[in-house]
Nanobody, 127 residues
Framework: QVRLVESGGGSVQAGGSLKLSCAASELAYTRYCMAWFRQAQGKEREGVATLHSDGNSSYTDSVKGRFTISGDHAKSTLYLQMNSLKAEDTAIYYC?????????????????????WGQGIQVVVSP
């Protein structure tokens, strides 16, 4: 059973930084995708960034140049470094994972593709 646990959320002023972590256990796939999603109050869950186990990454346009997704395979941990935070980044952030059938592929950014989810962690950015 894959288990994902997020940490590192909190409150910060606009312009500040936060780093989210997602510790994964039992992720025993040869290739896999991991991703960060977020859901603001009253809005649909949206993909923020994805990372393939072979190294490909992608970002939604609104966070390009500000957020960086990375992974530490030895620690089975996914990270999201968030800089220059804006009030509109306020949301619950979720870590997700799924097996990938494609080598060096791009990972999907829609929630329904992912089977495994963390419980979510709150990020609040005050203006």
């Amino acid at each position: 059973q894959v288990r994902l646990v997020e940490s590192g959320g909190g409150s910060v002023q606009a312009g500040g930084s936060l780093k989210l972590s997602c510790a994964a256990s039992e992720l025993a796939y040869t290739r896999y995708c991991m991703a960060w999603f977020r859901q603001a109050q009253g809005k649909e869950r949206e993909g923020v960034a994805t990372l393939h186990s072979d190294g490909n990454s992608s970002y939604t346009d609104s966070v390009k140049g500000r957020f960086t997704i990375s992974g530490d395979h030895a620690k089975s941990t996914l990270y999201l470094q968030m800089n220059s935070l804006k009030a509109e980044d306020t949301a619950i952030y979720y870590c997700a994972a799924e097996r990938s059938q494609v080598a060096f592929g791009d990972c999907p950014s829609w929630p329904s593709w992912y089977e495994h989810w963390g419980q979510g962690i709150q990020v609040v950015v005050s203006p």
